[in-house]
């Protein structure tokens, strides 16, 4: 098994959380988003992925991309480690708040959206982050709502062992304290988060812990 991907892109980060809990090993390959104007747009890496992102996951002959989609590969592929619970309405509950992070707040967060705001869109680092937290913001009071006020969450997002959706949730956090979010307005997502950051299958993923870590 490989994975290319980028020791602070979120994308990579929540695979790596996903195969360290299912104790998946895999040779990873950095694929440095912005040395030499980015390692993505390479003719050898556009060979694996046309779309130009990470992380790209190479398995049993297969090529995977969209991480969102490898994340179901995977459940589906070893299921020995669940990162979906059981029951049809708890397993929703896990992909409506993985894709509230994954398709709403990450996407207009992502590098080549901020690399467009500051290039050709003009805007200064001080209104791109202010586009950041903007965004998060909006993102984050909502699933704060959610996830307060819902009776499927445990210790995790849903129940009591980590799913897809904290698989999701931790580098969203990471990006957004990067970027100096106050986060003394989500009390639910800190209490989340700190419960996964005592497990070791967390903290083994976290981008300062990657070797292309900067």
């Given amino acids: 098994m490989d994975l290319y991907g ?11 959380i996903a195969l360290n809990l299912k104790g998946l090993d895999r040779t990873e390959h950095s694929v440095h988003l912005r ?26 002959g297969l090529t995977l991309t969209q991480s969102m989609a490898i994340l179901e590969y995977l459940e589906e592929r070893y299921p020995e480690v669940p990162l979906l ?9 896990v992909r409506k ?26 805007l200064s680092e001080e209104d791109k982050n202010n586009w950041i937290l903007h965004w998060v ?22 129940g009591d062992s980590p799913t897809i959706a904290d698989c999701c949730l931790i ?11 106050d986060m003394s307005a989500y009390p639910t997502l800190v209490k989340i988060e700190n419960t996964c950051a005592a497990l070791g299958a967390f903290q083994d993923a976290h981008p300062s812990k990657q070797d292309d870590a900067e």
């Fill in 97 to 122: 708040l993985a894709q509230a992070i994954a398709c709403d707040i990450h996407p207009i967060n992502n590098l080549r959206v901020l690399q467009y705001l500051t290039g050709p869109a003009g």
């Fill in 85 to 93: 619970p059981k029951g049809l309405g708890p397993r929703a509950e």
């Fill in 137 to 158: 913001g909006i993102g984050f009071r909502a699933l704060e709502t959610e996830l307060a006020r819902s009776d499927m969450r445990g210790d995790y997002c849903v």
């Fill in 6 to 16: 980028f020791f602070r892109s979120s994308a990579s980060y929540r695979l790596r």
């Fill in 35 to 60: 040395r030499g104007g980015g390692e993505q747009y390479s003719p050898e890496f556009r060979k694996l992925n046309p779309q130009e992102l990470v992380p790209v996951l190479v398995d049993d």
């Fill in 171 to 181: 580098p969203q956090i990471f990006n957004a304290r990067r970027f100096g979010l």
